[in-house]
């Protein structure tokens, strides 16, 4: 019987920090533009946090069954938890299943159009593991999965359909932010993923093509962080974007490891608190 502990690291809990902030941004999004009555705010939220918890052990779990025999061969991933058998095929697809059906109802509880779209992101999560067996833009994959957070949560509050502008940048700010820290993750493998047949922008292309390739990623994040600025209509609120560039910044100096604990691990968790405090400062009224 698998333990909490091994359970919580096949699905990454931690990586919730990275998703929750830019969740609860897109909801004040939807708070500025939001239209009749709905549902009342509180129970959107609470939702709103465990769509975005089973979505991401959807998706934790997912990348991990689909790429085991893959993790199985690379030194670095060899100890995860299905390589080294410390957790089951079968457990590791309850888990899945259980993401997925807590992502199921708090979409119905949501209705609108949180239901009638909420078959995109499950289906996302499939694509992007599958990506670097073809393409070296497996990594805007990823960011795809993450950037639908803020759109998810501006949906569920204002229950309405196209999403605002602001929930669009804050989509791209995700896309482009987490596209660009997985190019840097990638950088670990480069030698691996060559010798395995697959692609991402530093077995393509080169260690030196992929920091640049991330950092222009992460200008195109902080561009759209500037142009959320723009709608905000406040001169001082862009005292609050200070932090969010600098994290940014940091980032691209540290290096490349997601493993919990890490220097760059951190930056990342922080950076998602940085825009949503942004976020914040922009839109109070």
């Not at 500037?226 to 200070?242: D, E, K, S, T």
Request: positive net charge; proline residues 5%; aromatic residues 10%.
């Amino acid at each position: 019987m698998p333990t909490i502990k091994i359970l919580g690291r096949f699905v990454k809990i931690e990586h919730t920090l990275f998703s929750l902030p830019m969740l609860c941004a897109g909801m004040l999004a939807g708070l500025s533009h939001k239209t009749g009555q709905g549902l009342a705010l509180f129970p959107v939220i609470a939702w709103v946090v465990l769509a975005g918890v089973g979505a991401r052990t959807l998706a934790l779990a997912l990348n991990r069954i689909l790429d085991r025999a893959i993790d199985a061969r690379n030194p670095r991933t060899l100890g995860r938890e299905l390589p080294s058998g410390s957790l089951s095929l079968s457990t590791a697809w309850a888990v899945a299943a259980f993401g997925g059906l807590l992502y199921l109802a708090a979409a119905l509880a949501l209705g609108g159009w949180c239901l009638w779209l909420s078959p995109i992101p499950p289906l996302v999560f499939i694509l992007y593991p599958l990506m670097k067996r073809f393409t070296a833009a497996a990594h805007l994959g990823v960011g795809l999965g993450l950037g639908l957070a803020p759109l998810g949560g501006y949906m569920a509050v204002a229950q309405a359909w196209p999403p605002s502008l602001a929930a669009c940048l804050l989509a791209g700010f995700t896309l482009c932010w987490v596209a660009g820290f997985d190019v840097l993750y990638a950088i670990q493998d480069m030698e691996f993923d060559r010798k395995e047949g697959l692609h991402s922008i530093p077995a393509c292309y080169g260690a030196r093509a992929a920091r640049i390739s991330a950092l222009l990623l992460h200008l195109g994040a902080l561009a759209c962080l500037v142009a959320l600025g723009l709608g905000f209509g406040r001169a001082w609120a862009w005292l609050a974007l200070a932090p969010a560039a600098i994290l940014l910044g940091l980032e691209q100096w540290l290096g490349s490891s997601l493993e919990p604990g890490s220097s760059f691990f951190t930056v990342n968790a922080w950076l998602g608190f940085a825009v949503l405090l942004y976020v914040a400062v922009g839109l109070w009224r």
